[in-house]
């Protein structure tokens, strides 16, 4: 619903205050051949250019001004009344991914969070696990909210938290050893396996 699968001809808005995560990430999108990157640093702009042209994809920073925060986006583009923009894939990147940002995330629309600063085959990962056809956009009070990912965010909150993410967390300075784990702790988040069995857990 909405996003194009090949990457080649896929469209990517790039949202990020940093002009370093702007500029690195850009550089990773290039390498995976997309089809064309609009970076910006400023939300306003980014929502702007957005409506005007919608786009397959949508990466933004959780660290937004707080003017214009993350959440408060996602949850504007989630609304029924900009179909189509409303189903497009949004991944969130971010240095801080607690428990309750994640949740509040997902809760808001997101299709996938991603940890900083990682790499291309964690970003690549995440981008065609949000690309998949397997999702489902469900609206609950006028906004569109992936169904499988809140459901394993509801399934969490049934049984007992994993382990704090903040324990996990060195700052923004993290070796990617550090944010593997931080990074594999999402996906536990984010699994809709309540027994604690071996099924394979979904990208975060």
């Known amino acids: 619903m909405g996003a194009q699968k090949g990457k080649h001809g896929l ?3 790039l ?3 940093s002009k370093f995560y702007l500029s690195l990430t850009r550089s990773m999108l290039l390498h995976m051949s997309v089809g ?3 970076a910006y640093e400023d939300p306003v702009t980014a929502l702007r250019g957005l ?3 919608p786009s397959g994809l949508i990466i ?3 660290q937004l001004p707080m003017t214009f925060s993350c959440l408060r986006l996602i949850r504007g583009l989630r609304h029924a009344s900009l179909a189509p923009l409303c189903f497009v894939p949004i991944i969130v990147t971010t240095a801080w991914p607690t428990e309750q940002f994640i949740d509040n995330a997902i809760r808001n629309g997101a299709h996938a969070i991603v940890a900083k600063p990682f790499s291309p085959r964690s ?3 995440r981008i065609d696990w949000a690309l998949g056809d397997h999702h489902r956009l469900v609206i609950n009070r006028g906004y569109y909210v992936v169904e499988d990912s809140i459901k394993s965010v509801e399934e969490r909150a049934k049984r007992a938290s994993p382990p704090a993410l903040a324990a996990l967390l060195r700052g923004s300075d993290q070796p990617f050893s550090d944010v593997t784990a931080v990074q594999s702790m999402i996906d536990m988040i984010l699994s809709s396996d309540a027994d604690g069995d071996d099924k394979t857990r979904r990208a975060a």
């Open 36 to 38: 064309r990157i609009r």
């Open 123 to 125: 970003l690549k990962q």
């Open 15 to 17: 949202l990020d205050a």
């Open 51 to 53: 409506l005007l042209e």
């Open 11 to 13: 469209e990517v808005i």
């Open 60 to 62: 933004v920073d959780a």
